[in-house]
Nanobody, 124 residues
Framework: QVQLVESGGGFVQAGGFLRLSCAAS???????LGWYRQALGKQREVVAG???????NYADSVKGRFTISRDDYKNTLYLQMNSLKAEDTAVYYC???????????????????WGQGTQVTVSS
């Protein structure tokens, strides 16, 4: 199982931007990957997904503001977050789910597959 380590979070004012990175311990070639977030008191949700062949999709709440990308040669996943809002405040995680339905933005992950995440805090 590939281990994933998130980085790049921080504190930013509303309207600002951040770029998250997710470094994998092994090859991510051909794998579907996703960025998820969990706000305090809420369930974890998928915000962006990318298939092995590069198709992407986003949660409605982040469409037009977030961009997911991957570099299979560097075994790294990215999330560019622009025009950040206070409601984007959450811990962000990356994951290589067992399966990812890119159209429906649903996925199945395994319990032990989550890393520490990276905190994103947006002040209004």
């Amino acid at each position: 199982q590939v281990q994933l380590v998130e980085s790049g979070g921080g504190f930013v004012q509303a309207g600002g931007f951040l770029r998250l990175s997710c470094a994998a311990s092994g090859s991510i070639f051909g794998k579907s990957l996703g960025w998820y977030r969990q706000a305090l008191g809420k369930q974890r949700e998928v915000v962006a997904g990318i298939t092995g062949d590069g198709r992407t999709n986003y949660a409605d709440s982040v469409k037009g503001r977030f961009t997911i990308s991957r570099d299979d040669y560097k075994n790294t996943l990215y999330l560019q977050m622009n025009s950040l809002k206070a409601e984007d405040t959450a811990v962000y995680y990356c994951n290589a789910p067992i399966w990812l339905n890119i159209r429906a933005m649903t996925s199945q992950t395994t319990l032990g597959s989550w890393g520490q995440g990276t905190q994103v805090t947006v002040s209004s």
